[in-house]
């Protein structure tokens, strides 16, 4: 079975421009979360879907959102970037959303914005 | 939300047991704790989970006391590649919400 895949591996874009970062689930995954990990630190969590609703959101601002489709693939779309949102985004599935699910992660998106 | 608390760093010799312990003061009656390995420019991949006293696996042990306050993730006879960032996630619930919390990890370096 496939893992959890992302793309682009890698992006750059610059500022103030719009971003989609994209990520397939584990087959048989409901829940997909997003992550965001700037170089040095652990990952920050984003949002995590399940079932097409968002079941969890972390402590970004407005200008971060996505969605969920009916394949439970996933799509981050993050706006006017900024210098800071330069970092490696992390997608990870699970097939519910508890504390005792193992989330699976994929390989990341590189994204750096100039 | 839980938060937890890491040492940055280890240093370890081949063949030898790393003990990394991660403290999570206010941990919730329903959060399990789960140990994630990263490498470079790579996405975390899942070590072990646990809820309460002593799990093992194939690659690690997790060792939980009673009052589920620290947990401590055991890898026997480590190998250059162990060599990674080690993370420990405790799940938290806000608003109905899973909240998952990631510390900062701990990076350890295995010597030959």
């Known amino acids: 079975d496939a893992g959890v895949t992302q793309s682009p591996t890698h992006l750059i874009k610059t500022r103030g421009q719009h971003v989609t970062l994209r990520c397939s689930p584990i087959?048989?995954?409901?829940?997909v979360s997003w992550y965001q990990q700037v170089l040095g630190q652990g990952p920050q969590f984003i949002f995590q879907?399940?079932?097409?609703?968002?079941?969890g959101r972390g402590n970004f601002p407005d200008r971060f959102s996505a969605r969920q489709f009916p394949n439970y693939s996933s799509e981050l779309n993050v706006n006017a970037l900024l210098l800071g949102d330069s970092a490696l985004y992390l997608c990870?599935?699970?097939?519910?959303?508890?504390?005792?699910?193992?989330?699976?992660f994929g390989p990341g998106t590189r994204l750096t914005v100039l | 939300l839980a938060k937890t608390t890491q040492p940055i760093s280890m240093d370890s010799y081949e063949g030898q047991e790393v003990n990394i312990t991660c403290s999570h003061n206010n941990i919730a009656t329903n959060d399990y704790i789960t140990w994630y390995q990263q490498f470079p420019s790579q996405g975390p991949r899942f070590i072990i989970q646990g809820y309460k006293t002593k799990v093992t696996n194939e690659v690690a042990s997790l060792f939980i006391p009673a009052d589920r306050k620290s947990s401590t993730l055991s890898l026997p006879r480590v190998s250059l590649s162990d060599t990674a960032v080690y993370y420990c996630?405790?799940?938290?619930?806000?608003?109905?919400?899973?909240?998952?919390?990631f510390g900062r990890g701990t990076s350890l370096i295995v010597h030959p």
């Open positions: 996630l405790v799940g938290g619930v806000s608003g109905g919400s899973y909240i998952p919390t």
């Open positions: 087959s048989g995954h409901k829940s």
């Open positions: 879907y399940y079932e097409k609703e968002e079941r």
């Open positions: 990870a599935s699970s097939w519910v959303t508890s504390g005792r699910d193992t989330q699976y």
